[in-house]
Nanobody, 116 residues
Framework: QVQLVESGGGLVQAGGSLRLSCKYSGIIVSSDVMGWYRQVPGSQRELVATITTGGTTNYLDSVKGRFTISRDNAKNMVYLQMNLLKSEDTAVYYC??????????WGQGTQVTVSS
């Protein structure tokens, strides 16, 4: 079992920045992949960014160059630095832990609202 708690969401003007944090605990192994996903009502949850223990990252095309995912393995923390925010970035953002054998664990989500 893995527990994840997100924080850092809020209301920001277009062009602004926010930093999301995710604290994870429980059974953590070196092969875990951590990720940030987002979802708007009526749409499927989409991958925003992922990061491996070794630091390999992957991003949604529309956030490349604006968002940065990072992790602190010693503190069991994952971050998403979001710059140059756009109204279309408005969503509930979720942190996810994925195991090599396929199990997935999600946080409760944090709302990000970008006003234009």
């Amino acid at each position: 079992q893995v527990q994840l708690v997100e924080s850092g969401g809020g209301l920001v003007q277009a062009g602004g920045s926010l930093r999301l944090s995710c604290k994870y605990s429980g059974i953590i192994v070196s092969s875990d992949v951590m990720g940030w996903y987002r979802q708007v009502p009526g749409s499927q949850r989409e991958l925003v960014a992922t990061i491996t223990t070794g630091g390999t990252t992957n991003y949604l095309d529309s956030v490349k160059g604006r968002f940065t995912i990072s992790r602190d393995n010693a503190k069991n923390m994952v971050y998403l630095q979001m710059n140059l925010l756009k109204s279309e970035d408005t969503a509930v953002y979720y942190c996810k832990n994925r195991k090599a054998w396929g199990a997935e664990y999600w946080g409760q989500g944090t709302q990000v609202t970008v006003s234009s």
